[in-house]
C-alpha cells in the first residue's frame, strides 16, 4: 500500500524491493522541487524526476517509484508505466558501462546484427546480461534517433556512431583504460566528459 492509499501492482520481475518511505538527500529533493515548479502540471516533471531517481539507486527502484509517485501526486502505478515505455530507465541493475545496440530498421540494415554479434564474442554476453565483474551489460533497444550514422549505440548516455569492428574494439579497450564519464547527470545538469578525442556525435 503507498502513502496515497493505492495498491502498487506492478510486474515484480526485475525491481528492487522497497525498505520503507524514500526521501532522498536534500540536494536531490532541491533538484526535483526546481523540476516541478517548471511546469503547470506537477506529473509532467515524472520523467526528470525519474532520471534522478534512476541516479540516486543506480536503477529504478520500487523505492524510486515510489518517491516520484508521492513527489508528484501521482499513482505508483503511472510512474511504473513511464519507466517501463522507455530503455533509458533501467528497470534492472545494469553494468557500470552499460551498451545499448540500436537494432531498428535503419541501423539493422547497417549491421546492428554485427555490432551485437561482436559484443556476444567479446564480452561473453547476451543482451540483458552483465558481466561477473560489473563493468559491462549489454541490450538491444529501439531507434535512438541517430539512423544517419547507423550502425550505432548508446554507452551509458554517449553516442558511438559508423560502428565496425575495428572501432568497436578500439572503443571498448579504451573505456577499460580509462575509465571515462559516460554519464549525463541530471544533477549536474551536464554530461560527463566522455573518451577523449571520440566526438560525442559525429556525422560522416
Ligand atoms: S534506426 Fe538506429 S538510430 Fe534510428
Known amino acids: 500500500m503507498t502513502d496515497n492509499g493505492q495498491v502498487f501492482h506492478i510486474n515484480t520481475r526485475g525491481i528492487l524491493p522497497s525498505k520503507g518511505p524514500v526521501s532522498l538527500p536534500e540536494e536531490?529533493?532541491?533538484?526535483?522541487?526546481?523540476?516541478?515548479k517548471q511546469y503547470p502540471q506537477s506529473r509532467s516533471a515524472v520523467m526528470p524526476l525519474l532520471y534522478i531517481a534512476q541516479e540516486h539507486f543506480g536503477v529504478i527502484t520500487q523505492a524510486g517509484v515510489e518517491w516520484v509517485a508521492k513527489k508528484l501526486s501521482m499513482p505508483p502505478v503511472q510512474?511504473?508505466?513511464?519507466?517501463t515505455f522507455y530503455t533509458m530507465y533501467y528497470k534492472k541493475p545494469v553494468g557500470k558501462y552499460h551498451i545499448q545496440v540500436c537494432?531498428?530498421?535503419?541501423?539493422?540494415?547497417?549491421?546492428?546484427?554485427?555490432?551485437?554479434?561482436?559484443?556476444y564474442k567479446k564480452l561473453g554476453l547476451a543482451p540483458g546480461e552483465v558481466t561477473k565483474d560489473g563493468m559491462w551489460s549489454f541490450e538491444e533497444v529501439e531507434c535512438l534517433g541517430?539512423?544517419?550514422t547507423a550502425p550505432m549505440c548508446q554507452i551509458n548516455d554517449v553516442f558511438f556512431e559508423n560502428l565496425t569492428d575495428e572501432k568497436l574494439t578500439k572503443i571498448l579497450s579504451r573505456i577499460e583504460k580509462e575509465k571515462p564519464d559516460l554519464r549525463f547527470s541530471t544533477v549536474r545538469d551536464e554530461l560527463g566528459a566522455g573518451l577523449e578525442g571520440c566526438p560525442k556525435s559525429e556525422i560522416i
Not at 536531490?28 to 516541478?36: S, T
Request: proline share 3%; hydrophobic share 45%.
Open 28 to 36: 536531490l529533493e532541491k533538484r526535483a522541487d526546481h523540476f516541478i
Open 103 to 119: 537494432r531498428t530498421l535503419p541501423c539493422a540494415l547497417s549491421g546492428a546484427r554485427k555490432v551485437s554479434e561482436f559484443l
Open 146 to 148: 541517430s539512423c544517419g
Open 79 to 83: 510512474v511504473w508505466e513511464v519507466a
